[in-house]
């Protein structure tokens, strides 16, 4: 399978410097061999997807609501998503857990709405530099895991992304050791395992996030079992992201 990286907006970028970027980038990963997924904020949508048309590359949001419909003033949901043209959608980014209190039992229902839409979510989950101090990574991947994928069926997991994005790692420069990453993502796979089947453990995509630069990039992607990246700063310069690609 082709590596994955994912470039995370956040919330940079309106709909005019979406097509700007789009186009820069597009001739610069002509060639690449790994494949592309681009997290626009809910506005640039529209744009991305007149942009990315006739391309590989995968459209996507940063959030879902997790509710079907009706009365949530200010959300979107996933039908919302899939029908403007989405592919992928991040969840459970740090940002969202901090900022705006979202919960591992949240979390699992948004990715049930995707699921539900034919979307693939990223799931984001990693820990605080606090809970690795106090060894207890293991213990919060763990519960990550497996509150976010509860109820889910097996043929469910393979359309979704796992990111280990530790929290201590995310735009602060410091990034995680090869040990800490290969670690988390045998961690991840044991837990995919014990729940689900060793197969979909196998097949299920685990990428790392957390201060990705040009220059890190092919180092990390050489690390057994990792799938690809997710990319939050580095992703907002056309050519700082095409570097990461061709990585
Ligand atoms: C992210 O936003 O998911 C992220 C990994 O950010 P950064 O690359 O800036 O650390």
Redesign the pocket.
Known sequence: MKKLIIA?F?MNKTSQETRVYLNELLPLIDNADKDVAICVPFTSIAMGKKCLKETPILLGAQNVSSEESGAFTGEVSARMLKEAGCKVVLVG?S?RRKNFKETDQQINLKIKQLLNNNLSPIL?IGETKLQRDTDRTVEVIKKQIETCLSGLYENELKNMVI?Y?PIW????GKIATKKQISDAIKLIRKEISNYFSEKVSKEIRVVY????KPENARELLSIKGLDGL??????LGAKTFSQIVNA
């Open positions: 995370n956040k980014h940002e984001c990111a994005e790692a995310i735009g602060t996030g957390g201060s990705i997710l990319v939050g700063g580095a992703s």
